[in-house]
């Protein structure tokens, strides 16, 4: 299994939109929609901002959203704001076997 | 709702570890538990999943042979046992629920191994 594509790193400015991508296979993000995203900030554990592609958590801001198309998923972030600034990273189901889940590489967010 | 790693520390190359992570606020029996880890300056890396009754494990290829996932539900707890360990092994280990398949809501704050002579 290889690991998920995303952009090393996207930057915005305050209040605009920006969006990360998460490209894959047909053997995972395009074939499940089993697609999560989650947030870290330095030093912190990471939190779950999507689920199941579109799906937010409880509390989570609906600044966040979630979408897919084929074999990539994208994350935007809305109004951006200074606390967004964080490394995101894609998850996808990859079927049970040999190992369930795969990985994005991982987006470092900039806000300017 | 709170998980809480345990068990880490610095090991010299070749020798074993075992983390531990501590479940409470919710009925643990319930839930698929997976171990993702973190080296330094680096990206997440899924490391094993474990199904809610234990009946299922899967290791990455990184750790399979070395790493052994295991859950005890009667005292709420998960482990990971690491033998064999290796400098790139170095990284801090987290807990994580998984609440529906890819679905992780729960993590703990993670807990430090450092694999060093």
């Known amino acids: 299994q290889s690991a998920l594509t995303q952009p090393a790193s996207v930057s915005g400015s305050p209040g605009q939109s920006i969006t990360i991508s998460c490209t894959g296979t047909y053997s995972d993000v395009g074939s499940y929609n089993l697609v999560s995203w989650y947030q870290q900030h330095p030093g912190k554990a990471p939190k779950l901002i999507i689920y199941e592609v579109t799906l937010r958590p409880s509390g989570i801001s609906d600044r966040f959203s979630g979408s897919k198309s084929g074999k990539t998923a994208s994350l935007t972030i809305s109004g951006l704001q200074d606390e967004d600034e964080a490394d995101y990273y894609c998850c996808s189901y990859a079927g049970s076997s040999p190992f369930p889940y795969v990985l994005g590489s991982g987006t470092k967010v900039t806000v300017l | 709702v709170q998980l809480v790693e345990s068990g880490g520390g610095v090991v010299q190359p070749g020798r074993s570890l075992r983390l531990s992570c501590a479940a409470s606020g919710f009925t643990f029996s319930g839930y698929a538990m997976n171990w993702v880890r973190q080296a330094p300056g680096k990206g997440l890396e899924w490391v094993a999943v474990i199904w809610y009754d234990g009946s299922n494990k899967y290791y990455a290829d990184s750790v399979k042979g070395r790493f052994t996932i295991s859950r005890d539900n009667s005292k709420n707890t998960l482990d990971l046992q690491m033998n064999s360990l290796r400098a790139e092994d170095t990284a801090v280990y987290y807990c994580?629920?998984?609440?529906?398949?890819?679905?992780?809501?729960?993590w703990g704050q993670g807990t430090t191994v450092t694999v060093s002579s």
């Open positions: 994580a629920r998984e609440r529906t398949v890819g679905n992780h809501d729960v």
